[in-house]
């Protein structure tokens, strides 16, 4: 979205995570909810942003723009479940030397801002740009001095706790804490609307989201994330998913909000997702009758839903040993995930399969554990609400399922795979 405008890639961060679901705290009351406008309803149905309306000058003033938003509104090109939303201010050009003063006047700004910065918010600029003992040093040095200053917010309303939680700088929030800035961890009165410990949670989503997305691969909550949320959680009397560090960093490190994932990653919701789908080889003794003794069939024409996540050359010529091997690797997924609460692994299936009909020839002709991880996995995102949905509405009764602790992890199947 950065490549449209800043406006529409804020709009899109601000609102929605990285599963186009509506923000929480956007849901909930408190600081950040706004007028409480955001609903569920975002989650369904499609955004439609209008960038601009422009009506020349000569015509305006006479409802056009007003018509051309209803005519929009009521075309086919928007369904019901849909939502409609603009840019919310004017883009009238302003001239040319009106944005020069503008442009000089930040330049200006931006290359003094560090020394007034450091010399008005001599904690702030330290907690931001210093670490270890050097940081210690500096807010201790500033505290006997002026014992208030740990607690003085910046021009945006951030006290100093704030910017190490938002740094996730662990020595300056070892020291503040330690030099009691207890009321401050309750302080939203700054211009995000956060308190010091969702400046630190949003820090880590956003991180998480970006590596995720942009880079591919996200390798887990930093140590420092992670020590900083539990010393600060522990100081507000916040319920903690361990009391031993070590055991809370373990559990939450690949975001884990339930306590209960197998691995720190494998959630309940999404083991009965995997379960569920691992059945696949239900329909998949129904295609043994396609084959004869030593004569190999062509997959490409098979009924199946997990074939198509073989390579193509594998399908083309099919035998009969190696489809019951592929059979056996999806056996003992299922067996696994129905029977166990570990978090499950390639290393784990090997073991589980040494020995079963056809898992040797499935391999020496090149099969994979791969290739039923992507299917199960594949065919659960899209039965989900990231897909079409038709899991939720099969299982929506079911007690079993829907009694599930809810987590973080319940739809992240990015991580899983």
Known sequence: MDANSDELHQFSVK?????????????????????????????????IYVLNISVVKEVRGKGLGSTMLKELVSSEHVDDRDTLMCWPTPTEFTDKSNWKFLQDKQIAFLRKAPEEVKQNYPIHFAVVNTHGQEVIDTIRR????????????????????????????????????????????????????????????????????FLGIFMGQWDGYTQDDLTCEFLVKRVMGMPLISNNLEEYIAK??????????????????????LCAAGMATDGMSFEMESFQRGVPCNGVDMMDNVMCYLPLTLQQSLFKTFYVGYQSIFDAIYNFLERTDEPLSKNVILMRTLGERGVSFFFSKGGQIKYAF????????????????????????????????????????????
């Open 374 to 417: 992507d299917a199960i996995t594949h065919s659960s995102d899209k039965q989900s609400p990231l897909g079409d949905s038709s899991f939720e509405e099969t299982w929506e009764n079911d007690d079993q399922f829907m009694d599930l602790p809810t987590c973080s992890n319940d739809l992240e199947f990015s991580l899983v795979r």
């Open 142 to 209: 500033h505290y006997q001095s002026d014992p208030a200053c740990i607690h003085n917010p910046d021009a945006s309303g951030f006290t100093p706790i704030h910017a190490a939680l938002g740094r996730a700088n662990l020595n300056a929030v070892q020291v503040l804490l330690e030099l009691d800035v207890t009321e401050d961890l309750k302080n939203a009165k700054n211009i995000e609307g956060t308190t010091p410990l969702e400046s630190l949670t949003s820090a880590m989503q956003s991180s998480r989201e």
């Open 252 to 273: 939450r490190r690949w975001g884990c909000t339930c306590g209960e994932c197998a691995g720190g990653w494998l959630s309940k919701h999404m083991r009965f997702r």
């Open 15 to 47: 609102l929605f995570d990285n599963f186009g679901r509506v923000r929480p705290w956007l849901l909930e009351p408190g600081n950040r909810c706004g007028t409480g406008c955001w609903g569920t309803e975002l989650n369904d149905g499609e955004i």
